[in-house]
């Protein structure tokens, strides 16, 4: 396992159910960190403040609890600005995983930034 990298950018991670899009700001919705199967996505959702101007790529791994790599997203090029908060967020099958402990991590570039777990019932 990788160790975390400690950025400036990097404001805060919570896991949901969903997203809400109302208002000016998405916020996550049902944060929690123990899902059913039948929650149907466990949505990771990330806020960010960049805190100098950098072009990067963030993504997100998912790890079953033997550390094996499930799978993750295709890394989305970022344009890192100051005084420029923005959020990103993913979404996870979880009708796809077995009941166990899981591990997220979100990286930007090449360093794990965040790093939840949760778990998945039936």
Request: proline letters at 8%; charged letters at 25%.
């Amino acid at each position: 396992m990788r160790p975390l990298a400690r950025i400036p950018h990097f404001v805060q991670g919570v896991l949901g159910t969903g997203v809400e899009k109302e208002g000016p700001v998405p916020v996550a919705a049902g944060q929690r960190s123990r899902f059913s199967r039948g929650d149907g996505v466990c949505v990771v959702f990330v806020t960010w403040t960049p805190a100098r101007k950098e072009d990067a790529s963030v993504a997100f791994e998912v790890f079953n609890e033997e550390n094996r790599h499930l799978g993750g997203s295709e890394p989305r090029r970022v344009k890192l600005r100051p005084s420029q908060s923005f959020v990103h967020s993913w979404s996870i099958d979880l009708a796809r995983l077995k009941p166990g402990i899981y591990r997220v991590d979100v990286v930007l570039g090449t360093d794990p930034v965040w790093r939840p777990f949760f778990r998945v019932t039936d």
